[in-house]
């Protein structure tokens, strides 16, 4: 076992011990699972299919769905094509699904499959009125955000058409990859302001539904198919986290012309302003006093409990739009992050941070960050500077545990806690959650230290 010694980091390039991230065809199956009727297909082993299905079913406490091209030897040696078609075969005449959404893995790509072959040559056995689409997701590369950013981009590929003259009246919003709870709040602030919206994907009633005492395989949430159609007609697309959503804003803008803002995950008060702000440019419409009101608790909130969060080190890692839009909120908070990562590759989460931390008058040289990292790497940092909080998901439980630093779970995954899909971080009411989650992290841990004398009934 490797050992830690503090102030000495190790280069490992070629080596990651304990990932920050996980296989970009989880991604494309959450992102498949937003989209009305939709049954994630994965072409590769059953292998695969199923570490997939129970990573995000323990997320979500909530039954998975998804097909597998199940290869075994002969498809590894001579291609995949004929367990595709006999899969879509089954699968439309068992399962019945309105649109089958195909993600590869490493296996299919490592052999080569040309999916836009495959399907074209199982068109036999696709009924009239289904459709079938597909995404690269080669897990060697990337990660789940990448493979969630694909699938979105493929589905407009595929299926936006229009001619970005706002025909519709509609704007579209890419959510980014955010639990059904977060979708439903930035729904409902779009609701209050009057502004009618498709989003893509949208997982708020597929992965989130109530019990009913009876199975149904296809829940009534998702994107409806037309409206992904219909969104080539659209006003505007608001990209949310340049990560997991800009590829497919940008994608809907060449096809369709329909013009993309990329704007931060609006968590926090800061970038929940910005949305704001910019859907009401984009619409004409006002802000109305409802949410006026929330925001302003929040900044009520903010003030009553700042003396909690002035110069807190925290430590962020996770995926690379959550960690940037809270990385822009512990500081508004009066916070000071130490350390950022994830496991995400891409040079832009480092330009992200930098900016906050320089917008902020901090100096960026004081602090930790690094994309296309690993919690090994986390870990050392805190070993070289102990932290007041650590902010990320289940991964890193281990660490705090072993540094006896307050870890509170937000992002994917969360696999040993539940109900935090069905509630939102974004949004100011979003943002009051978290501010109570760490308030309450933090108090708790004070009145754990406190000697017996020093323990106060107030805060
Ligand atoms: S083989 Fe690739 S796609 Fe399959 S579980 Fe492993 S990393 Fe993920």
Redesign the pocket.
């Given at each position: 076992m490797l050992e830690l010694t503090p102030k000495e980091i190790v280069n490992r390039k070629g080596l990651t011990i304990n990932p920050a991230k996980?296989?970009?065809?989880?991604g494309a199956m959450y992102a498949a699972l937003g989209i009305n009727g939709c049954l994630p297909h994965?072409h590769?082993?059953q292998?695969?299919c199923s570490?997939?299905r129970m990573h995000l079913t323990k997320h979500f406490r909530d039954p998975i769905m998804a097909t597998t091209s199940s290869f075994t030897e002969g498809a590894s040696v001579f291609g995949g094509g004929s367990n595709l078609k006999t899969a879509l075969k089954n699968i439309f005449s068992i399962y019945n699904p309105e649109i089958v959404a195909v993600h590869t893995?490493?296996?299919s790509e490592t052999i080569g499959d040309d999916l836009n072959t495959l399907i074209s040559e199982s068109a036999s056995v696709v009924p009239e009125g289904k459709l079938v689409i597909h995404t690269n997701?080669?897990?060697?590369v990337g990660s789940h955000v990448t493979g969630f950013s694909n699938m979105v981009a493929s589905t407009i590929k595929y299926l936006a058409q229009g001619e970005g003259k706002g025909s519709n009246g509609k704007l579209n919003i890419i959510p980014g990859w955010v639990n059904p709870g977060d979708m439903t709040e930035i729904k409902l602030l779009l609701t209050k302001m009057g502004v009618p919206f498709t989003m893509l994907p949208d997982t708020s009633g597929v992965v989130d539904s109530p019990a009913t005492n009876s199975f149904e395989m296809y829940p009534k949430g998702g994107t409806k198919i037309e409206d992904i159609k219909d969104s080539g007609n659209s006003k505007a697309t608001i990209a949310l986290g340049s990560f997991c959503s800009e590829a497919g804003a940008v994608e809907l803008e060449k096809k369709c012309g329909v013009p993309a803002s990329v704007l931060k995950m609006p968590l926090g008060i800061k970038a929940t302003d910005e949305f704001m702000m910019q859907v009401a440019k984009l619409t004409g419409k006002a802000i109305p006093q409802e949410i006026e009101i929330e925001r302003g608790q929040v900044a009520d909130i903010m003030v009553d409990t700042h003396h909690q969060f002035h110069g807190k080190k925290v430590g962020i890692f996770g995926d690379p739009d959550l960690v940037i839009a809270m990385t822009e909120f512990v500081v508004s908070l009066g916070m000071v992050p130490k350390m950022m990562l994830t496991g995400t590759p891409g040079k832009a989460f480092e330009a992200q941070i930098e900016s906050i931390l320089t917008e902020a008058g901090l100096n960026p040289e004081d602090s930790l960050y690094q994309s296309a990292g690993d919690l090994f790497l986390f870990h050392q940092w805190m070993k070289n500077e102990p932290i007041d909080l650590m902010i990320g998901n289940t991964y890193g439980k281990y660490i705090a545990r072993a540094e006896d630093t307050p870890l509170i779970r937000v992002g994917f995954p969360v696999l040993d806690r539940s109900v935090h899909s069905y509630l939102p971080i974004v949004g100011y009411k979003g943002a009051m959650r978290l501010i109570e989650k760490i308030t309450d992290t933090l108090l708790d841990r004070q009145d754990r230290d406190a000697a017996d004398e020093d323990l106060e009934l107030t805060m």
């Amino acid at each position: 076992m490797l050992e830690l010694t503090p102030k000495e980091i190790v280069n490992r390039k070629g080596l990651t011990i304990n990932p920050a991230k996980t296989c970009q065809p989880i991604g494309a199956m959450y992102a498949a699972l937003g989209i009305n009727g939709c049954l994630p297909h994965s072409h590769g082993s059953q292998g695969c299919c199923s570490f997939h299905r129970m990573h995000l079913t323990k997320h979500f406490r909530d039954p998975i769905m998804a097909t597998t091209s199940s290869f075994t030897e002969g498809a590894s040696v001579f291609g995949g094509g004929s367990n595709l078609k006999t899969a879509l075969k089954n699968i439309f005449s068992i399962y019945n699904p309105e649109i089958v959404a195909v993600h590869t893995t490493c296996l299919s790509e490592t052999i080569g499959d040309d999916l836009n072959t495959l399907i074209s040559e199982s068109a036999s056995v696709v009924p009239e009125g289904k459709l079938v689409i597909h995404t690269n997701t080669p897990s060697y590369v990337g990660s789940h955000v990448t493979g969630f950013s694909n699938m979105v981009a493929s589905t407009i590929k595929y299926l936006a058409q229009g001619e970005g003259k706002g025909s519709n009246g509609k704007l579209n919003i890419i959510p980014g990859w955010v639990n059904p709870g977060d979708m439903t709040e930035i729904k409902l602030l779009l609701t209050k302001m009057g502004v009618p919206f498709t989003m893509l994907p949208d997982t708020s009633g597929v992965v989130d539904s109530p019990a009913t005492n009876s199975f149904e395989m296809y829940p009534k949430g998702g994107t409806k198919i037309e409206d992904i159609k219909d969104s080539g007609n659209s006003k505007a697309t608001i990209a949310l986290g340049s990560f997991c959503s800009e590829a497919g804003a940008v994608e809907l803008e060449k096809k369709c012309g329909v013009p993309a803002s990329v704007l931060k995950m609006p968590l926090g008060i800061k970038a929940t302003d910005e949305f704001m702000m910019q859907v009401a440019k984009l619409t004409g419409k006002a802000i109305p006093q409802e949410i006026e009101i929330e925001r302003g608790q929040v900044a009520d909130i903010m003030v009553d409990t700042h003396h909690q969060f002035h110069g807190k080190k925290v430590g962020i890692f996770g995926d690379p739009d959550l960690v940037i839009a809270m990385t822009e909120f512990v500081v508004s908070l009066g916070m000071v992050p130490k350390m950022m990562l994830t496991g995400t590759p891409g040079k832009a989460f480092e330009a992200q941070i930098e900016s906050i931390l320089t917008e902020a008058g901090l100096n960026p040289e004081d602090s930790l960050y690094q994309s296309a990292g690993d919690l090994f790497l986390f870990h050392q940092w805190m070993k070289n500077e102990p932290i007041d909080l650590m902010i990320g998901n289940t991964y890193g439980k281990y660490i705090a545990r072993a540094e006896d630093t307050p870890l509170i779970r937000v992002g994917f995954p969360v696999l040993d806690r539940s109900v935090h899909s069905y509630l939102p971080i974004v949004g100011y009411k979003g943002a009051m959650r978290l501010i109570e989650k760490i308030t309450d992290t933090l108090l708790d841990r004070q009145d754990r230290d406190a000697a017996d004398e020093d323990l106060e009934l107030t805060m």
